[in-house]
């Protein structure tokens, strides 16, 4: 027999608890897109408590999309164990060009972050954060449908010892701390620079050094890094984005083994 109730029953018991269980995390993360996932990959791995929020209800970001919606991403030969970790199948182009499908990429690596305990909450946007003496301390997150609507709803707020801006293009929980904070980011202008034109090669050898703490306990990673830096944009190259997602990871994963040995001593 089956009851419509106890389907209900299932569905609201059991985002309830994964929620309730989410309110407090090592590291909260804004934007599934492929630099957010492979962040959130490492870093569950890694037995961190990991909770990511995407605004869409499809996570992926702009990989699925490929190149002007042709389905294919380019990966170059630094990025190509990535895709052998994740499972995902590619084909070389030329002779440091790998190509797969944008969709297979963004299945293997979502799969690999739930796998590893990354909790992801889809259709759920940070539309702020906590600061606590001059640290960021957690965000404020709100359902994207009451952000669409515009509606007079206010949002709840989850704690947090990292957070990660991997919001893309837009570099939204930046955009919030450069404005709250009144220019206090660890940036040239103390604000978010803006992204620079198409230089692919730059913008992936940028990428990785722009990957960083930008704010006390607040890292930034992908688009949003070099967004935030004034890195150039590079196209359909996706090898940059799965690295940063590395890079920001093992950034903070270092930084807890320190503390952690800084307390026995
Ligand atoms: C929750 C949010 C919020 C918010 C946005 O854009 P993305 O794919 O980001 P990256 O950096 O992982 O990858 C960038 C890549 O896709 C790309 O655009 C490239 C390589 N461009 C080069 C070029 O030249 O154009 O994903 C960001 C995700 C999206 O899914 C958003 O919906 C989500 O973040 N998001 N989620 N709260 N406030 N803002």
Redesign the pocket.
Known sequence: MIDEVQISRAIIDSYYRELLNSLEADVVI???????LSAAFFLAKEGLKVVL????LR?????AGGGMLFNKIVVQEEAKPLLELWGISYKPFSETYYVASSLEALAGLLLNALRAGAKIFNG????DVMIRNSKVSGVVINWSAVELAKLHVDPLSIKSQYVID?????A??AQVVARKTEGKLLTATGGVIGEKP?WAEEGERLLLINTREIYPNLYV????ANAVFGGP????I?GG?LLSGQRVASLIIERQKSQKNNNFK
């Open positions: 804004g934007g599934a897109g492929p630099s957010g929020f995407e605004r869409n996570p992926g970001g702009g990989m759920i946007s940070i539309e991997a919001t893309g293009h837009a939204e929980i198409m990673c992908g688009m949003a944009r590079m196209g359909p996706f984005m």
